[in-house]
């Protein structure tokens, strides 16, 4: 069975930066991509971006170009997502979520993390 | 402002059918870009509920269902039940944005 265990909760100054972390277990890490997805509190999934491990490639949301860096740890099955230039708009529940091989044609997540609150305030 | 639109609430009361539409355009669902639909538990990870348009994955009870036209896709949930009471959220992907999108999420009530 599949798991995605994220880093914990944290908080963060404003105009810093934050890396969180998602180390997948029961799984063969490397062979799917993993996105990150974000929540601001009261609202929807936002996606930002995601990484093919056995690759080291990563796309970003163009929202976030140029501020969010993804990366992957193939020997330890751990991706990790770092933002910077954090603002109070950042604060938000980041969540990994692992690509779903039956899905055909557009990226679907079957395997979610537990998600990790960042709070950026001052 | 989400690039797909979803109705912020629908409600229902135990038993009955409710359906949720998710509007894209012609950049994405009407390209031929999948749907996928989400269930969000409060407080929880969101969980994989319809993936490719129509397919349940395996453990998903079959009072869900996903349909697709043109440039639109829709979740319906039949013999509604009180723990259906949840966010939902459809996804697909934008050639315009060359990006995965959500909808701005439904949240179903069971009266």
């Known amino acids: 069975q599949v798991q995605l265990v994220q880093s914990g909760a944290e908080v963060k100054k404003p105009a810093s930066s934050m890396k969180v972390s998602c180390k997948a277990t029961?799984?063969?890490?490397?062979?799917?991509?993993v996105s990150w997805v974000r929540q601001a509190p009261g609202q929807g999934l936002e996606w930002m971006g995601n990484?093919?491990?056995?690759?080291?490639?990563?796309n970003y949301a163009q929202r976030f170009q140029g501020r969010v860096t993804i990366t992957a740890d193939k020997s330890t099955s751990t991706a990790y997502m770092e933002l910077s230039s954090l603002t109070s708009e950042d604060t938000a529940v980041y969540y990994c979520?692992?690509?779903?091989?039956?899905?055909?044609?557009?990226?679907?997540?079957?395997?979610w993390g537990q998600g990790t609150l960042v709070t950026v305030s001052s | 402002q989400s690039v797909l639109t979803q109705p912020p609430s629908v409600s229902g009361a135990p038993g009955q059918r409710v359906t949720i539409s998710c509007t894209g355009s012609n950049s994405n669902i009407g390209a031929g870009y999948d749907v996928h639909w989400y269930q969000q538990l409060p407080g929880t990870a969101p969980k994989l509920l319809i993936y490719d348009n129509i397919n349940r994955p395996s453990g998903v009870p079959d009072r869900f269902s996903g349909s697709k036209s043109d440039t639109s896709a829709s979740l319906a949930i039949t013999g509604l039940q009180a723990e259906d009471e949840a966010d939902y959220y459809c996804?697909?992907?934008?050639?315009?944005?060359?990006?995965?999108?959500f909808g701005g999420g439904t949240k179903v009530t069971v009266l």
């Open positions: 996804q697909s992907y934008d050639s315009s944005l060359s990006d995965v999108i």
């Open positions: 990484i093919i491990p056995f690759l080291g490639v990563a």
């Open positions: 029961g799984g063969t890490f490397s062979s799917y991509s």
């Open positions: 979520a692992r690509h779903g091989p039956q899905c055909t044609s557009t990226t679907c997540h079957d395997y």
